[in-house]
């Protein structure tokens, strides 16, 4: 019984294995140029077919199309393997101009030789092919002409494609790279408040590891992703708040509002915290007396408002003073740039006493 199923099983791989190779096969083939080439081509036969005259029988009215394809396709190759990257692509446009139309002339002649000799049974075919050989001049020169139009849209079409590209990678690059920054700014801020409870053999200190591992796990295992719910968002941010409250010892006043329905909305992760992290770190840190960090979060569908507004020391030091504005807050502006363009509003508030902040954000587009 084990070896039939081991077969039945081994037989289930081994067709996935074939139907993958299959169809990896097929993608290759349709995605030649050369089948595209071929296919524009008997597509043209077809085409012409179906306007030839077939009176004198259905072969011989097929050896005019191929030929008459065949010189097309002489034309259009020497046009794109030779006049154009040689001329037209060096900006020499006069002669490339000039040397298409000699070798449309040129090959017009050749053209009519062979069917001269075709219709040698045919005096009034012959006759018909000296009176329209302009005709048949214009329409080569018309088929080189085209291959120039289609060579330029295509290869146009091409550069935006690669340039879309080259500008996605470099995006998900710098978001990657931004995240980063991120990640290890606000952990390396909660160590050091960690740090300064157990050398005071502080009895929060199990607490905060508690909250802090809730918060990496979050990191690890949710923020990898390009969107999180915002449900997610707000718990992490509220460990977030309960930690820098057992770390401020009710120093502090924090208040956290929620207004408005929180439901399916889906937000970059971790795009709140380099505000909050900023009112604790650059504000609160600096004061001797009691401050406080106010914010509201306001969801409306999918247009979210949240504002922070932390009390601060009138005179800063320095160097602090310097870094308030740090890596944090640049890096917030740059994603919000990126994830969400033209879709934001992002004000600040600094007056002596307090600094504020103010985003408006669309996430339904």
């Given amino acids: 019984m084990q070896h039939k199923k081991l077969r039945k099983t081994l037989s289930e791989h081994m067709d996935a294995l074939i139907s993958k190779e299959w169809r990896v096969r097929l993608i290759n083939f349709f995605t030649n140029r050369l089948v595209y080439h071929i296919t524009f081509w008997l597509v043209l036969l077809v085409l012409l077919m179906l306007i030839e005259d077939t009176r004198q029988g259905f072969l011989f009215a097929l050896s005019n199309e191929i030929i008459n394809v065949f010189f097309y396709a002489a034309i259009v190759y020497f046009n794109l393997f030779y006049l154009i990257p040689n001329y037209l692509s060096k900006s020499r446009f006069l002669l490339y101009c000039v040397l298409l139309l000699l070798a449309s002339i040129m090959l017009t002649p050749l053209k009519m030789i062979v069917f001269y000799f075709k219709f040698s049974g045919y005096q009034d075919m012959q006759n018909q092919l000296i009176i329209n050989q302009y005709a048949y001049f214009l329409v080569t020169f018309f088929m080189a002409g085209a291959s120039?139009?289609?060579?330029?849209?295509?290869?146009?079409?091409?550069?935006?494609?690669?340039?879309?590209?080259?500008?996605?990678?470099?995006?998900?690059?710098?978001?990657?790279?931004?995240?980063?920054?991120?990640?290890?700014?606000?952990?390396?801020?909660?160590?050091?408040?960690?740090?300064?409870?157990?050398?005071?053999?502080?009895?929060?200190?199990p607490e905060i590891v508690i909250k802090l591992?809730?918060?990496?796990?979050?990191?690890?295992?949710?923020?990898?992703?390009?969107?999180?719910?915002?449900?997610?968002?707000?718990?992490?941010?509220r460990n977030y708040l309960d930690l820098e409250r057992l770390r401020q010892s009710g120093q502090v006043e924090i208040r956290f509002e929620i207004e408005g329905h929180i439901s399916d909305q889906r937000i970059a992760p971790l795009l709140f915290i380099p505000f909050i992290e900023n009112s604790f770190k650059h504000g609160l840190n600096n004061q001797i007396a009691q401050g406080f960090v106010h914010i509201n979060l306001k969801v409306n569908g999918q247009h979210i408002y949240f504002f922070i507004e932390n009390s601060k020391s009138e005179v800063l030091p320095v160097q602090e003073h310097r870094r308030s504005g740090g890596i944090g807050l640049v890096n917030v502006r740059r994603r919000l740039d990126i994830l969400y363009p033209s879709q934001y509003e992002l004000k600040t508030d600094d007056t002596p006493r307090t600094y504020a902040v103010r985003l408006k954000l669309n996430l339904g587009r």
């Fill in 148 to 205: 120039t139009v289609v060579k330029i849209i295509t290869d146009w079409l091409r550069t935006v494609r690669e340039k879309q590209e080259l500008e996605t990678r470099t995006m998900q690059t710098e978001l990657r790279f931004l995240k980063s920054q991120i990640n290890p700014h606000f952990l390396f801020n909660t160590l050091n408040s960690l740090y300064a409870l157990t050398l005071k053999k502080s009895d929060k200190a």
């Fill in 213 to 237: 591992s809730e918060m990496m796990r979050y990191m690890l295992y949710e923020c990898n992703e390009k969107q999180v719910s915002l449900s997610n968002e707000v718990h992490y941010i």
